[in-house]
């Protein structure tokens, strides 16, 4: 009975504290402006379920997609196992879902099978780290926590998986010695492999299938609460991410309405442009000017690499770096919330996105080209963000490389980039 208490006691303050974390996470959010994504319902499913559930654009590079589909399809699946366990923790049975009989053996074997692939992959996936040392997953900005974070995660599934498999094959000893209270059920494929190595003696056995029983669903329990601090909080936030893609072409940027009105102003005398008591700004220069979008891709970040190291301007030497930017961005919402939490509302800490956390080089770094929004696996869009900062700093600061004003002042002048007229375009024509 003190085992059931210390369970549930274990289990209500785990699901307390994640819904407490995953509440703050969700105002942290909400800081960012008003956005709909609501359109197109069928078109967002589909979405969602070709890039979250079934990895579509993982696949570009086929090696830690295979990897990464095990440890994934082996996190959805093996979880199953937790209604059980949450069974006979609360109440004390054992195997309390052996009745199904058949149906038991084989989802235990599953269960087996899928916790074996999950060991693999993240034993391969700690030597690319660090072993192998691989360029993407060794960068800069992955110095100090982001490595720890990472490191953590692959040793916790190592390890929890371990458990998983000494906790059946000390459970399938104690079975054929008839102790009472293991009853016989489930079919164990790899975890028979581990009862050689285990010891004789009934007590001993109990408490090594104790030990990881517990060691289990206590580390499910931690490891819950640690999502909202890890970059694997894309494990919940990749399916609400990817329903709410951007669902027109890559090339096309957003117009900024209020520059809209303006033109439509002086387009049409009699259109009057909506009136609004919020201080206009034109784009970004913290993360409050950023959209509630923008904010959730950078919560989503599974700082994987992949949009850096396909983004041209990183791979010629430049100070971009698409991961960055959105680690940078996670860093200042996390700043902006604990400030707001602490005085009620935001006050000026004299800090923001730009310039404390995104330096301009990097802004100006950027080409545009779409390459690390193609490649993202779950459709965050770093470019987004990019241009809001690049826009404030020109609309509101004045303030762009000279080769950046050089076009504006051709554009303005000639209504072209170049520096030609317009009654000098078509010269070249006449050239031999």
């Known amino acids: 009975m003190i085992s059931q208490l210390i369970f549930i006691l274990c289990f209500v303050s785990a699901i307390i504290l ?3 974390n995953a509440r703050q996470i969700y105002k942290n959010i909400k800081i960012g402006r008003a956005l709909n994504r609501n359109d197109k319902p069928a078109e967002r499913l589909k979405t969602m379920l070709l890039v979250a559930f079934g990895q579509k654009k993982m696949f570009k590079r086929i090696v830690p997609a295979v990897l990464h589909l095990f440890v994934y399809i082996g996190f959805c699946i093996i979880n199953i196992e937790m209604i059980e366990i949450v069974i006979d923790g609360m109440f004390g049975t054992h195997r309390f879902l052996s009745f199904l009989g058949g149906s038991y053996n084989f989802l235990i074997a599953s269960f087996e099978w899928l916790a074996f692939g999950v060991l693999v992959s993240c034993i ?5 780290r660090n072993v192998v040392h691989l360029k993407r997953l060794n960068s800069p900005e992955l110095k100090n926590w982001p490595k720890t974070d990472a490191n953590l995660i692959l040793i916790a599934e190592i390890l929890l998986m371990t458990a998983f498999l000494l906790m059946n094959a000390a459970d399938q000893k104690l079975q054929l010695y008839g102790e009472s209270h293991y009853i016989t059920a489930g ?12 010891p004789s003696d009934p007590s001993s056995l109990i408490l090594i299938e104790r030990i990881c029983w517990w060691f289990h669903i206590l580390g ?3 490891f819950l609460n640690y999502l909202p601090y890890s970059k694997h909080l894309h494990i919940l936030l990749a399916f609400p991410n990817t329903y709410f893609s951007n669902l027109k072409p890559k090339g096309e940027l957003t117009n900024m309405e209020n520059v809209t009105n303006e033109v439509k102003a002086m387009l049409d005398p009699s259109f009057t442009p909506p009136t609004t008591d919020e201080p206009v700004r034109f784009g970004a220069k913290d993360v409050q000017d950023l959209t509630w979008k923008n904010l959730l891709d950078a919560y989503t970040c599974t700082e994987c690499g992949r949009c850096t190291a396909s983004c041209p301007a990183n791979i ?9 930017i959105m680690m940078d961005t996670r860093d200042r919402v996390d700043e902006v919330g604990k400030n707001i939490r602490a005085n009620g509302t935001f006050v000026d800490d004299g800090k923001s996105l730009l310039d404390t956390y995104i330096t301009r080089e990097e802004l100006w770094a950027c080409t545009s080209c779409n390459a690390c929004v193609e490649q993202c696996p779950v459709n965050i869009n770093p470019l987004e963000i990019i241009v809001e900062l690049r826009r404030y700093a020109v609309m ?6 000279a080769s950046i004003n050089a076009m504006f002042g051709n554009v303005e002048n000639n209504g072209a980039p170049w520096k030609y007229s317009q009654m000098d375009r078509a010269n070249w024509t006449s050239q031999q």
Do not use: W
Request: no cysteine; glycine share 2%; hydrophobic share 45%.
């Open 124 to 128: 391969i996936f700690f030597m690319r």
């Open 396 to 401: 509101e600061e004045s303030q762009a490389p």
């Open 187 to 198: 079919s164990f494929p790899i975890s028979q492999y581990i009862i050689s190595f285990l």
């Open 18 to 20: 994640f819904a407490r």
């Open 316 to 324: 010629t030497g430049k100070l971009l770096s698409p991961r960055k």
């Open 220 to 222: 499910v329990f931690a």
